[in-house]
């Protein structure tokens, strides 16, 4: 086009020009989500449907940890019944005290939201957290308040300091052996544990999540904190640490789920969670002030020999900046991973051929199954990789995500106002047949390269880390930590389940709702 107006005569070209400027109003737009929209059929934002406001859901329609606001107890089922009723887009308005939530169904609508979301993305986040960060302890975090609840500039500021080497894979290598070694220790502990059946206890969930905070203890301290210790003291750290995990985030939901008094004035669960929250910002100054020290004595400081605390502690003056890092991770990097490694644990005990595959996998590149791992080796477990993240796609642990919208936006033909929070609920979407071929059949294949092209997967379908700038921090971590826990204890054990099938359901994430009494059965070679 720009070449055939080159060769016109001057005054034609001006015309051409300026009858294409008078009319763009009438010509075709692209909007998310459709071909191409009129833009002067683009609808207001007040006609999209959704359930008309009952004064009722706001009490009910609490901010969610991590992805935003939800109803924590039935919010997969209700998403699914928002998308039947009403379509790609709904709307719920009327919450008491809050903005609207706009669910969209589309994926290239979330890809839209996602790719103009600006250099500081908001995304919702647990209230709770932000009046104990800004409010309770402001003598403590001031402006530097670590990336979750965090917004604006302060957010950006800080995420910059700490994103290169937490996400840098030469750091997160380092990880192998440590990681390793802590899974291990679980694994002895599943033995001893055990019943006459060679079932694990009802409690099994309750160990994964051990495992999971000894691994962050690791990680974000520098230190191995004991947890999975199988005669812990009633007064020893691990202990009390242990308990104050479950009331920095999983209690959460119960404060935000019910009507938010602790706004107002200290109530008993508030107060517990301002004491557990306390000793968690002792507990990361304690680990972090010992790892300096032991920083101060090291002769060589070679950059490549550090860790991820040195490193962090290496390059800033103020201890600060890794404390509440260090914080951060364990507020958000416990009960995801654990609660993830429930659901693929689960699905791999309900899948015997599928895990049968993965043991032969590991049983090729581990051929003895006591050699340690390398991330060389872990990168050549395809098939586990593929399974790992068909789980995502259809059980996803986080439900959903979203974005508080900064700027007007026209999505799927509406005109959405600033301030809305638009859902992104992942759940639905990675199930969705326009947008995942065979959507209801679990198939690990499909992630993998060799797989033919008739498979599709939009690649804003199903994203279980998030996308974008303020994408999951730790996801390099998680993925390390989920790939050597699965190489180890499928390498060396079979798992069965022989009870009621589980259903899944959002307690606090989404995972099998039940007991995981896994049989254990060790593999001859
Ligand atoms: C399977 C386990 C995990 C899942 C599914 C998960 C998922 C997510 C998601 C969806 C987000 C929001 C991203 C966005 O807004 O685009 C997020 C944020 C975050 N995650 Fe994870 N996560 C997992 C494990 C972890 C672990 C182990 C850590 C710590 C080592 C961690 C640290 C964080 C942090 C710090 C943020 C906030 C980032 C920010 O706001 O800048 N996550 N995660």
Redesign the pocket.
Known sequence: MMDLLKKLPKFLKIYILKRSQSTLCENPVKVAGTTSINSSKIKPYSEIPGPKPIPILGNTWRLFP??GQYDVSDVAKLSSLFYKEYGKIVKLSGLVGRPDLLFIYDADAIEKVYRQEGPT?F?PSMPCLVKYKSEVRKDFFGKNGG??GVHGEP?KTF?TKVQKPILQLQIVKKYVEPIEAVTNDFMQRMTEMKDENSEMPSDFDNEIHKWALEC?GR??LDVRLGCLDSNLSPNSEALKIIEAAKYALRNIAILELRFPFWRYFPTSLWTRYVNNMNFFVEICMKHIDEAMERLRQKTVKNENDLSLVERILASESDPKTAYILAL??IL??ID??SM?VCSILYQLATRQEQQEKLYQELKRILPDKNEPLTSEKLNDMVFLKAFVKEV?RMYS??IG?GRTLQEDMILLGYKVPKGVQVVFPTLITGSMSEYVSEPNTFMPERWMKSTNETNRIHPFASL?????A??????R??DL??QVLLAKLFRSYKLEYHHTPLEYKVTFMYAPDGELKFKMIPRED
């Not at 279980?464 to 974008?468: A, H, L």
């Not at 303020?470 to 996801?475: A, H, N, Q, S």
């Open positions: 991590i992805i993305p995304r990336v979750v957010w995420r962050i990680v974000s951060d991770l958000v990097g995801t991973i993830a995502f642990t986080v995500n279980p880390y998030g996308y974008g303020r994408m999951c921090l730790g996801r971590f998680a930590e989920i």
